[in-house]
């Protein structure tokens, strides 16, 4: 789904049976964490995603996962249930047992202050399994009374260790414009340029599009972040097949954004079937990638 790792990705139905089944009438709710303090000398508007983050993570840790989630999940929001799904569609009604961690490690801001994403490690614990890891991405939108809520949340499944592996700074990246002026490439185009090419290449695919920044996401491997680690992480996977553009929006200064869509990558069993998301950055060259997460469906 998204940062339950199985969520962000409870990523299906049988996961959500198996939740509900095992939270039982009256699931005590683990005791709220206190809030670390948010890391000093953030830009401000980094700041109010990072604020909104430990703030979301409160809500879950006092009241639960699934109401958390309704919470700060804007009215159009999307979730991979495991297909892209409206999220409070899919949230109406849903219990999720265990304990959900989960911190922000990278942010980028529009530069018009409407659009953003987070980025980090997760972990679901407790619940009756094994704890399970993440690396969700959520995309967030400011909504008319100036808060934030999510417009997308998405995960990608990693082993369990990824929640101290990656504990570092919080690193915020740069969504502002090159300078030059905007290429007249639009996103979509961008984004339908580069799965038409990942067939015939993924790695030159991917270097003409990756920003220096760019942080890559695939299951069970090392997230890469800088161009080169991210291009080694690419020429490790399996071959994409065939993706197509399923959605996506843009900031008000039609300058940073993100896509999301369907992909079809070779496996040791056959072809797999999964779902990207990829954030955008507009520069005089065309549009570059700030991230790119896979997920198998």
Same mark, same amino acid.
């Given at each position: 789904?998204?940062?339950?790792? /199985?969520?962000?990705?409870?990523? %299906?139905?049988? $996961?959500?049976?198996?939740?509900?089944?095992?939270?039982?009438?009256?699931?005590?709710?683990?005791?709220?964490?206190?809030?670390?303090?948010?890391?000093?000398?953030?830009?401000?508007?980094?700041?109010?995603? &990072?604020?909104?983050?430990?703030?979301?993570?409160?809500? /879950?840790?006092?009241?639960?996962? @699934?109401?958390? $989630?309704?919470? $700060?999940?804007?009215?159009?929001? =999307?979730?991979?249930?495991? &297909?892209?799904?409206?999220?409070?569609?899919?949230?109406?009604?849903?219990?999720?047992? %265990? +304990?959900?961690?989960?911190?922000? !490690?990278?942010?980028?801001? @529009?530069?018009?202050? &409407? #659009?953003?994403?987070? *980025?980090?490690?997760?972990?679901?614990?407790?619940?009756?399994?094994?704890?399970?890891?993440?690396?969700?991405?959520?995309?967030?939108?400011? !909504?008319?009374?100036?808060?934030?809520?999510?417009?997308?949340?998405?995960? =990608? &499944?990693?082993?369990?260790? =990824?929640?101290? *592996? #990656?504990?570092?700074?919080?690193? =915020?990246?740069?969504?502002?414009?090159? @300078?030059?002026?905007?290429?007249? +490439?639009?996103?979509?185009? *961008?984004?339908?340029?580069?799965?038409?090419?990942?067939?015939?290449?993924?790695?030159?695919?991917?270097?003409?599009?990756?920003?220096?920044?760019?942080?890559?996401?695939?299951?069970?491997?090392? /997230?890469?972040?800088?161009?080169?680690?991210?291009?080694?992480? /690419?020429?490790?996977?399996?071959?994409?097949? +065939? *993706?197509?553009?399923?959605?996506?929006?843009?900031?008000?200064?039609?300058?940073?954004?993100?896509?999301?869509?369907?992909?079809?990558?070779?496996?040791?069993?056959?072809?797999?079937?999964?779902?990207?998301?990829?954030?955008?950055?507009?520069?005089? !060259? %065309?549009?570059?990638?700030?991230?790119?997460? #896979?997920?198998?469906?």
């Amino acid at each position: 789904m998204g940062r339950l790792p /199985v969520l962000r990705t409870v990523a %299906g139905a049988a $996961f959500a049976a198996a939740a509900v089944a095992s939270a039982g009438p009256g699931l005590a709710k683990p005791p709220a964490p206190p809030l670390a303090a948010a890391p000093p000398s953030l830009p401000p508007a980094a700041l109010q995603i &990072d604020e909104t983050e430990r703030a979301f993570a409160q809500v /879950v840790a006092q009241q639960g996962i @699934a109401q958390g $989630f309704r919470q $700060f999940a804007a009215p159009d929001a =999307v979730m991979f249930l495991p &297909d892209p799904a409206p999220a409070q569609q899919g949230l109406a009604g849903a219990r999720w047992a %265990g +304990e959900l961690l989960w911190r922000a !490690q990278y942010i980028a801001v @529009a530069p018009s202050g &409407d #659009l953003a994403f987070s *980025a980090g490690p997760s972990l679901l614990r407790g619940g009756g399994g094994r704890p399970s890891g993440g690396f969700y991405l959520a995309v967030w939108r400011r !909504q008319p009374d100036g808060g934030w809520k999510f417009v997308l949340d998405h995960a =990608v &499944d990693m082993p369990p260790a =990824v929640w101290s *592996a #990656l504990a570092r700074p919080l690193m =915020v990246m740069n969504a502002e414009p090159p @300078a030059g002026g905007p290429s007249n +490439e639009g996103m979509r185009e *961008a984004d339908g340029a580069l799965n038409a090419a990942l067939p015939k290449g993924a790695e030159a695919a991917f270097a003409e599009r990756l920003d220096d920044q760019a942080i890559l996401a695939r299951a069970e491997r090392p /997230v890469a972040q800088g161009r080169r680690k991210a291009l080694a992480l /690419v020429a490790d996977s399996p071959a994409i097949l +065939e *993706a197509s553009t399923l959605g996506g929006s843009r900031s008000a200064d039609a300058g940073f954004g993100y896509t999301y869509g369907r992909a079809r990558w070779s496996g040791p069993a056959g072809p797999q079937i999964g779902y990207y998301v990829r954030v955008w950055r507009a520069t005089p !060259q %065309g549009w570059r990638l700030l991230a790119d997460h #896979l997920a198998e469906r």
